[in-house]
T-cell receptor
């Protein structure tokens, strides 16, 4: 069964450094999402992406964050200057179509630790 | 805005016990409702979903019914197994919210042999 993959599984970085989290969505999917889950808290929406542009972003997704689909397969989340509070599990998701009945498929997550 | 509220965990049950995890939602329209499961060290896996009122989603012995009158989508299983130990997330998605998912805080289930 096709699946969403994410790399790395765990990233440790120093505060102020840039990190890039990578995702490979399911190949025929058109809509892509990033979510994050701070330890012990709920999963929160960050951003959605369609047709090579952001379709919606949350208030969490400030100027430190950016997303890109650099080629036909990867979908990346960049945090320009990491803060301690960026430590979280980051999930990528993809879906073929954007109807409300469509299931989003989630990757296994990247655990980001900012020291 | 839209939101999902789940019962606090952890929930600890003995094998073969009956499981209920409560989920209620607040929505301005008519969302689709989902249950996702997260096993230790893994990502979120879809467990079941329901797309309109009175629909029942079911999978692997788990069931949940979309109740518009009580704005609920409680997860049930008649006989839990040790392998069901995981964190369960209720979520909603709606076209008027660009189909982004709103998740509950998750309920950890521990099943003892």
């Amino acid at each position: 069964e096709p699946e969403v993959t994410q790399t790395p599984s765990h990233q440790v970085t120093q505060m102020g450094q840039e990190v890039i989290l990578r995702c490979v969505p399911i190949s025929n999917h058109l809509y892509f999402y990033w979510y994050r889950q701070i330890l012990g808290q709920k999963v929160e929406f960050l951003v959605s992406f369609y047709n090579n542009e952001i379709s919606e972003k949350s208030e969490i997704f400030d100027d430190q964050f950016s997303v890109e689909r650099p080629d036909g397969s990867n979908f990346t989340l960049k945090i320009r200057s990491t803060k301690l509070e960026d430590s979280a599990m980051y999930f990528c998701a993809s879906v073929w179509a954007s109807g409300s009945t469509d299931t989003q498929y989630f990757g296994p997550g990247t655990r980001l630790t900012v020291l | 805005g839209d939101s999902v509220t789940q019962m606090e965990g952890p929930v600890t049950l003995s094998e073969e016990a009956f499981l209920t995890i409560n989920c209620t939602y607040t929505a301005t329209g008519y969302p689709s409702l989902f249950w996702y499961v997260q096993y230790p060290g893994e990502g979120l896996q879809l467990l079941l979903k329901a797309t309109k009122a009175d629909d029942k989603g079911s999978n692997k012995g788990f069931e949940a019914t979309y109740r518009k009158e009580t704005t609920s989508f409680h997860l049930e299983k008649g006989s839990v197994q040790v392998s069901d130990s995981a964190v369960y997330f209720c979520a909603l998605s709606a076209v008027y919210n660009f189909n982004k998912f709103y998740f509950g805080s998750g309920t950890k289930l521990n099943v003892k042999p």
